[in-house]
């Protein structure tokens, strides 16, 4: 018969899907239409939804703690232990959002997935969240300038910055406007006022963050910072390396395994060699200045300087050791129309390494550009104090302006030079120091002073 499939109306309300209470007059629910029960999912499921469209979450929807790997991709432990602590951090946070989140790590290290898992589980919980890329936030901001745009500029800022919990991706890929800056500015100085929850994530050393921007992140009263040390596992790169890095063919070359040759060199020259793997060593355990390693080819300098960034790496640590004429080539490279990475992205890689080796400095084509390149990136390391190896045959055949930035690192305090002139490893008992050009004068040996 018809309608006999017909679902029977709720006895509590008749099918009118709100009930009033039988409470006195002065009750809070006196005359109020409340969801009756059969209702309430259809209701729950409704805000749920509504929830997620505001969100902004998008394709990140999927982004869990359950799905995320804490145990990395070919980490070493130290690395292991740090992504754990990460996940960790973030999972309590998740549970209990209170003052600032601060993720710093490289590209495809697991910041944006960690950032997305805590806006999941907040919304899985019933509870609101915005999540924005902060160049796209730039980009809503300024639509609203559009005299056809269905919101104000006020409206949207006003949306934002009072999310009960924000999270703002990718904080210094935005372009460095001054008005950038200032909306920028506003938004985290009024969510720190009010001490709003907030979730932010960047590539960048805080040190390169707006300096008004940054007195807030390292805020200790508010801010939790996490500095995330795992690899891009999209590249499959491992053990701290990127695709710059030849250090994982010269994973054999450590301290333990650098032959100190005792019963071939005499005393003075052991003397030379073993001051030059003591400053390594001290190095090696703790990275400060510039280390800079002279001496003839098959002395042991590239073997000294891998076992620096094989100890570090081995610790957990990030090191990219370059040779510079391929170093070259890579930056030459990304101006091939077909390049997968920006000249810029690439220069930045290097320039900003937390430990950078340079191995066989003056074996280049000497060219403007080359000299030019080279100059950019001592320049910029020597001005941040950034720890910095390198290798090198003979002083006379580096640029002056960059032997000038060794020297200076070394009268002010923040550096060595250490010459090998010792026979080569190849030449055994009885050879001779490679020859030295005729006109230039032999050099004392040993540490400069």
């Known amino acids: 018969m018809p309608g006999e499939d017909a679902q029977e109306p709720c006895p509590i309300c008749k099918g009118a899907g709100f009930v009033r209470y039988d409470v006195p007059p002065g009750h809070p629910l006196f005359g109020r239409a409340v969801p009756c029960r059969c209702k309430?999912?259809?209701?729950?499921?409704?805000?749920?939804a509504e929830l997620h469209r505001i969100s902004n979450l998008g394709?990140?929807?999927?982004q869990r703690f359950e799905t995320f790997r804490k145990e990395g991709i070919g980490l070493n432990p130290q690395k292991q232990a740090n992504l754990q602590h990460a996940y960790e951090v973030c999972r309590q946070f998740a549970r209990r959002p209170e003052g600032w989140l601060v993720l710093v790590g490289g590209y495809g290290c697991g910041?944006?997935?960690l950032a997305a898992a805590i806006a999941n589980e907040r919304l899985d919980r019933g509870e609101p969240v915005l999540f924005v890329v902060v160049p796209d936030l730039l980009d809503h901001l300024r639509a609203t300038f559009n005299p056809a745009?269905?919101?104000?500029?006020?409206e949207r800022f006003e949306q934002v910055k009072r999310a009960p919990l924000l999270i703002l991706d990718d904080l210094g890929t935005h372009a460095s406007t001054p008005w950038a800056?200032?909306?920028?500015?506003?938004?985290?100085?009024?969510?720190?006022?009010?001490?709003?929850?907030?979730?932010?994530?960047?590539n960048h050393d805080l040190d390169e963050i707006d300096p008004r921007l940054r007195s807030r992140l390292v805020d200790t009263h508010i801010s939790t910072i996490v500095t995330i040390l795992a690899p891009d596992f999209r590249q499959g790169i491992?053990?701290?390396e990127n695709d710059l890095s030849c250090l994982g063919l010269l994973k054999h070359m450590t301290f333990q395994n650098f032959d100190l040759r005792a019963l071939e060199l005499d005393p003075e020259a052991r003397d030379h060699l073993w001051r030059a793997v003591t400053a390594a060593k001290r190095f090696a355990e703790e990275p400060s200045g510039w280390l800079v390693l002279v001496g003839p080819y098959g002395v042991g300098k590239t073997h000294l300087a891998a076992a620096?960034?094989?100890?570090?790496?081995?610790?957990?640590?990030?090191?990219?050791?370059?040779?510079?004429?391929?170093?070259?080539?890579?930056?030459?490279a990304t101006f091939s129309p077909h390049s997968m990475i920006s000249y810029d992205k690439r220069f930045e890689q290097i320039r900003r390494a937390p430990l950078?080796?340079?191995?066989d400095l003056g074996t280049h084509s000497a060219t403007l550009w080359a000299q030019e390149k080279l100059f950019q990136l001592f320049n910029y390391r020597y001005m941040a104090r950034l720890p910095t190896v390198i290798t090198l045959n003979d002083v006379d055949d580096v640029q002056p302006r960059l032997l000038e930035r060794m020297l200076e690192m070394k009268l002010v305090g923040h550096g060595s030079l250490i010459e090998l002139n010792i026979p080569p490893y190849r030449g055994r008992r009885g050879s001779t120091p490679r020859p030295r050009q005729a006109g230039k004068p032999r050099r004392n040996s040993g540490e400069r002073r």
């Not at 745009?149 to 006020?154: H, I």
């Open 356 to 359: 950078l080796v340079l191995d």
């Open 308 to 332: 620096i960034a094989n100890y570090r790496v081995d610790r957990g640590y990030p090191a990219l050791f370059v040779v510079v004429p391929d170093l070259l080539d890579h930056l030459r």
């Open 40 to 48: 309430q999912d259809e209701l729950r499921a409704r805000r749920q």
């Open 59 to 62: 394709a990140l929807r999927y």
């Open 111 to 113: 910041k944006t997935h």
């Open 238 to 240: 491992v053990h701290g």
């Open 181 to 202: 800056q200032e909306k920028l500015f506003q938004l985290l100085n009024y969510r720190y006022n009010a001490r709003l929850p907030t979730v932010i994530t960047t």
């Open 149 to 154: 745009t269905p919101v104000t500029y006020d």
